[in-house]
């Protein structure tokens, strides 16, 4: 019976196999072909050193900024909203907690095509403004626009890591710490912070990497006047039709996100942060 279960349990990964070789491992080494070698075959490295070209670079440099900035102002706006939805001692099917989860059900492309008509000249925010003759605001088609978009679209992924890693936290030990005589501001640094660290580094991998690497939201509320890293990698297969220069920078790419991954390894061993 033990080996025709474990015959049985084989032949249900098997769709599971297929799937990960044509969708990851095959569309993977076909990036590191194009990516290692130039249009007549031979091997090259120079796809991916061309990441040094001043173009590149100053897209690669402004993708870096801007998802910075973009992680940063989600974890200043999770950090403090995860402490109260724990302190109302809400469950992961709370009612509130599905409200962050919800945008998330709805398209990309679509929750950032709401934002375009939210912020463009004509569109909603100024035509209230303009109703209450109040001044407009000049938002989109700039790099503010953008990052409005990283935040929106991704601030849940750091909402939820750092919510579970925060309901992981004994009420004993801040409690103690109270009792202590520890104050507000000596128990966020000593106890929330530290315990909160995987859910922390969680969410920031789960933000920045796609922040860095998306080009949607620049193309839509940037007016593809501003062109980070993903949007040259994107018009390298796109429009030069040139996968091979294309595939070397999305290699370097990679490498941004193995780092990450990393990351995550040493601070959340035991995948504290990532399961809800």
Not at 204 to 216: D, E, G, S
Request: hydrophobic share 55%; glycine share 8%.
């Amino acid at each position: 019976m033990s080996k025709g279960y474990s015959i049985g349990k084989k032949l249900l990964s098997f769709p599971y196999i297929i799937w990960i070789i044509g969708f990851t491992v095959i569309p993977l080494m076909l990036i590191f072909v194009f990516g290692l070698t130039d249009k007549s075959g031979a091997f090259t490295f120079a796809n991916i050193a061309s990441i040094a070209r001043p173009d590149h670079a100053k897209a690669l440099g402004l993708s870096m900024a801007l998802s910075l900035i973009s992680t940063l102002i989600c974890l200043i706006l999770a950090f403090p909203l995860s402490m109260i939805l724990r302190g109302k001692k809400l469950g992961s099917s709370s009612f509130i907690v599905f409200i962050f989860i919800l945008p998330m059900w709805m398209n990309f492309l679509l929750r950032t095509l709401a934002w375009q008509t939210l912020l463009e000249k004509n569109g909603v925010i100024n035509g209230f403004l303009t109703f209450f003759h109040l001044k407009n605001i000049a938002i989109i088609n700039t790099p503010k626009a953008i990052v409005l978009g990283m935040v929106y679209n991704f601030l849940p992924f750091m909402i939820l890591p750092v919510y579970n890693t925060m309901c992981k936290i004994d009420d004993s030990v801040i409690e103690a710490a109270r009792d202590l005589g520890a104050n507000f501001g000596q128990t966020l640094l000593r106890i929330w912070i530290p315990l909160s660290v995987p859910g922390i580094v969680s969410g920031i991998t789960m933000v920045f990497v796609p922040a860095l690497t998306t080009f949607v939201i620049s193309n839509i509320l940037g007016g593809s006047k501003i062109l980070l890293i993903g949007n040259v990698i994107e018009q390298e297969f796109t429009k030069a039709s040139n996968w091979n220069l294309g595939s070397g920078l999305s290699i370097v790419m990679m490498v941004f996100i193995l780092l990450s991954m990393s990351i995550i390894a040493k601070y959340d061993k035991n995948g504290e942060g990532t399961a809800f």
